[in-house]
C-alpha cells in the first residue's frame, strides 16, 4: 500500500493489520496536513467564504439558512456544553440537581446558528453557579442515535430538562443565549419562592433576589398572603409550580406582607405583577380569587409592557393574545416626545383593553418598522399611527397623522372598536411561502458523476430540481419558472 505523506509517497511495508494501517495513515497523512496547514493561512480579510459567491439555492430557505451556510466551517468547541455519550449521559443526569440536554444533528440549520449562543449560555451558567462545569450538555444524535431514541427525539433540535435524576420538562422557548440561561436560572430556584424577611422581599422587587436570576428577568410576582394555609397562598403555590422556569414567582406571609401590600395600594391577601423597565405601568395588582388558570393567563397577560416596542423576539408573545395591533411608527424623537405620551396614556387607561398598544422605531432606512410600515402603507406619513387586524387581514390608519390627540385617537379607537370604519387602508396579500427558486437536482449530479448524463437532448425537469440546458445552450432564467416568494409581512 502507498500513500502521499509528509515526505512525498510512502509505503507501508510492514504486516498489514488494522492496527499497523491505522498508525501508518496517522503517521503520513494525519502528520502532512499539520505539517502543511500554515501553508494557507486564513485571515480575517480574506476567508474562504469570501472567494466565492454563496449559491442562492443554499440561502432560499429563511435568514436561518442563510447564517446557516455561512457558519458552516465554524467549530464551536467549549468545555460548558460537553458533548455526551451513551456512557457519560446518565452520569451527567446523576451528577445535576438540574441539567438541560440539547439534542441535535450538525445538518440542522437551527442546530448551527444557535450552538455558540448555547456555549455562551453554558459559561454564564457556570459563573452564576460557581460550578466548574455549567448545568448544560449535548448529545449528536447521529453519533449517539440509541441515546435519542431512548429519549424519544423525533426533531432537531430538541431540549430536554433533567431535575434530580428525572426527565422534568421540555424547553420550548426562544433559542438565545438569555433565554436560556433565565429557564435554567429559574429551575435553580424554587417556585414560587419564599422570602422570610423584608429584606428579601425589598431586593425580589428589584430583580436582584434570589442573586442568581439578577439582571435575568423584567417582570416577577410576588404574593402577599396572611397566612401560607389561606387558599389564595395555595392556588399561588399551584401557579407558581405551573409557571416554573417561565416567570419569577415569590410570596410573603404576615405582618410584612401586609406593610410591602400598602406600598402597592392593596391589602393581603393580593398577587402584584412587578415589571421593572415599564415605565408608563410600573406595577398590576392582579384580581382577587382567580382560579388557578385565571391567574396564570392573568400573570402572562400583565408581564407585557404596558406601550413597549414590538420586536420579533415579542411578537409570538402579543399575537398568542389574539387582538388587533394598534402601532406607532416614528423616529426616536418622535417616540421619547408627546406623540408617544399620548398613546402610552391611552394604553395605560385600560379603556381600550381589545387592543394591544406598540411602537416600531424608524429611525434607520433599513428597518423592520419601515419595511412594515411600507407594506402597509404606500406613501406613508411620519408618524403613523395604524391599528392591524391579523384575524381579519386588514390594516387602518389614523386619519390625522399630523394631529395625534387623547380626543382624536379615542374616537378613532371608538369608530373601529364599533365597526364603523369599513374601508381599510390596505389588506394583507395572499399567497404561499414557496422558495425563490428551484432547488439542486441531485439526481443529476448522480447520473453525472456515473456518467450517465443525457447528451445532447435536455433532461427532464424533475420535482424540486434544476432544469439543465441543451449543450452550447444557455438556460433563460424564466425557462424555470421559479416561484417568488412574497416578503415576509407577519408582523
Not at 37 to 63: A, G, K, M, N
Not at 115 to 140: C, I, W
Not at 369 to 388: C, D, F, K
Request: glycine letters at 6%.
Amino acid at each position: 500500500m502507498k500513500v502521499v505523506g509528509s515526505e512525498g509517497l510512502g509505503a507501508m511495508e510492514i504486516q498489514f493489520t488494522s492496527t499497523n494501517l491505522k498508525n501508518f495513515i496517522n503517521d503520513k497523512i494525519v502528520t502532512y496536513s499539520e505539517d502543511h496547514q500554515e501553508e494557507y493561512p486564513e485571515t480575517e480579510e480574506e476567508s474562504i467564504d469570501e472567494l466565492f459567491e454563496v449559491p442562492p439555492e443554499e440561502i432560499q430557505d429563511d435568514p436561518i439558512a442563510e447564517d446557516a451556510y455561512l457558519l458552516r466551517r465554524k467549530k464551536v468547541t467549549s468545555p460548558h456544553i460537553p458533548a455526551l455519550t451513551d456512557n457519560t449521559s446518565p452520569e451527567f443526569i446523576h451528577n445535576k440537581a438540574v441539567g438541560l440536554i440539547m439534542f441535535y444533528v450538525n445538518w440542522d440549520a437551527k442546530t448551527q446558528v444557535f450552538m455558540e449562543q448555547y456555549a455562551m449560555a453554558g459559561e454564564e451558567l457556570a459563573k452564576k453557579t460557581n460550578d466548574a462545569t455549567s448545568p448544560l450538555a449535548r448529545v449528536n444524535c447521529a453519533d449517539w442515535p440509541d441515546v435519542c431514541e431512548n429519549n424519544n427525539i423525533t426533531r432537531y433540535p430538541t431540549f430536554k430538562l433533567f431535575k434530580e435524576m428525572k426527565l422534568h420538562s421540555d424547553y420550548e422557548g426562544k433559542m438565545d443565549k438569555g433565554s436560556v440561561v433565565k429557564f435554567v436560572s429559574l429551575h435553580l430556584l424554587e417556585s414560587p419562592v419564599v422570602l422570610r424577611m423584608k429584606a428579601d422581599v425589598e431586593s425580589f422587587i428589584t430583580g436582584t433576589y434570589p442573586s442568581i436570576i439578577s439582571g435575568e428577568v423584567e417582570t416577577l410576582v410576588l404574593g402577599l398572603f396572611a397566612e401560607d394555609t389561606d387558599k389564595e397562598a395555595k392556588v399561588f403555590s399551584k401557579v407558581g409550580k405551573e409557571l416554573h422556569g417561565q416567570h419569577l414567582l415569590g410570596y410573603i406571609v404576615g405582618p410584612v406582607a401586609k406593610e410591602i401590600a400598602s406600598r402597592f395600594e392593596t391589602d393581603v391577601p393580593s398577587v402584584v405583577v412587578v415589571k421593572l423597565n415599564d415605565k408608563l405601568q410600573p406595577y398590576i395588582v392582579l384580581p382577587e380569587k382567580l382560579p388557578t388558570e385565571d391567574m396564570i393567563a392573568s400573570i402572562k397577560q400583565s408581564s407585557l409592557p404596558t406601550f413597549g416596542e414590538l420586536k420579533a423576539s415579542n411578537f409570538m408573545a402579543y399575537q398568542s393574545l389574539q387582538r388587533p395591533f394598534v402601532i406607532l411608527f416614528g423616529t426616536t424623537e418622535i417616540i421619547n416626545g408627546q406623540t408617544s405620551q399620548v398613546i402610552g396614556e391611552i394604553a395605560k387607561s385600560g379603556q381600550f383593553s381589545d387592543f394591544i398598544f406598540c411602537w416600531m422605531n424608524l429611525d434607520d432606512d433599513s428597518s423592520m418598522g419601515n419595511y412594515i410600515l411600507h407594506s402597509y402603507i404606500t406613501e406613508p406619513a411620519i408618524p403613523s399611527v395604524v391599528m392591524v387586524n391579523h384575524k381579519e387581514g386588514k390594516v387602518y390608519s389614523y386619519p390625522q397623522p399630523y394631529d395625534i390627540t387623547n380626543a382624536g385617537i379615542s374616537k378613532w379607537l371608538d369608530l373601529l372598536k364599533g365597526g364603523e370604519i369599513t374601508n381599510p387602508t390596505s389588506e394583507f396579500r395572499e399567497g404561499k411561502w414557496k422558495p425563490m427558486m428551484p432547488g439542486y437536482d441531485f439526481l443529476f449530479f448522480i447520473d453525472t458523476e456515473m456518467g450517465l448524463k443525457k447528451e445532447p437532448e435536455e433532461r427532464e425537469f424533475r420535482s424540486g430540481g434544476i432544469i439543465r440546458p441543451k449543450a452550447g445552450k444557455e438556460l433563460d432564467i424564466q425557462q424555470a419558472e421559479a416561484p417568488h416568494a412574497p416578503p415576509h409581512t407577519e408582523l
